[in-house]
């Protein structure tokens, strides 16, 4: 008849697996744990661009010809100071992080200031029925860069109307579903087939949409160290419009192809 594990070893097992355990929990927090109280990014520029049938505004109009092509990062942050009372210019992004893309907590479930992170609307209108996506990061795309090789990967930025959706700069051309929330990223090059991984939301030919937009840096991304302290940014975003099946619209941008190609 075999004998049980000794008392002594089985403690020594136990010991070796709450040190395993504690080592692990310390690992996922490190990134976190050094960020958060001492780093803050300098400043930040963004310009938002986008196709010819498709415009926005911070407004809402009631025809297409009332919104605009291009918003900067001006024009952003005078709306968020009339709107919540500091100007992000003076209020650099500090890690936060949330689970509904709505709710931003500390690293010790504390609430988040509303300076900590951005948040905006913008509103959209297209000359066609359309679905409308966030070009790759090819030439002229959507980019995150920053001297700074690890901050963008740091980066999030979440769109919601009929659904929230997250980009992940750090996932490459993949997606995932986190609950009712899903993350993508995008194709560093020219190559993207829109589907339904990348799709932001529809809209229909001239019917305003609000789109909710808020941008943070996540601070369990083990991107996020000491050693972007003090560093700069800039956020291009540029939209897309297709059809049903992932297809360009005519006056889209012509060097990028949906699922045809």
Not at 94 to 105: E, G, M, S
């Amino acid at each position: 008849m075999k004998q049980g594990t000794p008392p002594k070893r089985l403690l020594s097992i136990s010991i070796l697996l709450v040190l395993m355990a504690l080592v692990s929990v310390a690992a996922a927090t490190t990134a976190w744990m050094t960020i958060a109280d001492r780093t803050r990014v300098r400043s930040m520029r963004m310009e938002i661009i986008s196709d010819s049938s498709l415009r926005f505004d911070l407004d809402a109009h009631k025809v297409f010809d009332d919104y605009v092509k291009t918003l900067s990062f001006r024009d952003i942050s005078q709306r968020i100071l009339r709107e919540k009372g500091f100007d992000p210019a003076d209020n650099p992004l500090t890690p936060v992080t949330t689970d509904d893309c709505v709710h931003f907590t500390l690293e010790d479930g504390s609430a988040a200031k509303q300076e900590y992170y951005l948040e905006f609307t913008l509103h959209f209108m297209s000359t066609k029925d359309m679905v409308v996506h966030l070009t790759s990061e090819g030439e002229d795309g959507t980019l995150i860069s920053s001297p700074n090789n690890a901050l963008p990967d740091a980066m999030r930025l979440s769109f919601t109307a009929e659904e929230t959706c997250i980009f992940d700069p750090g996932l490459g051309a993949s997606s995932d579903r986190s609950g009712a929330i899903r993350v993508f990223g995008l194709p560093k090059s020219d190559t993207i087939r829109y589907d339904d991984s990348n799709t932001l939301f529809s809209l229909k030919a001239h019917v305003d949409k609000p789109v909710v937009i808020r941008i943070w840096l996540e601070g369990t991304d083990e991107a996020c160290t000491d050693d972007l302290r003090d560093a700069d940014y800039s956020i291009r975003l540029r939209f897309a419009g297709t059809d049903e099946d992932g297809n360009l619209l005519e006056d889209s941008n012509p060097n990028k192809k949906g699922k045809s190609q």
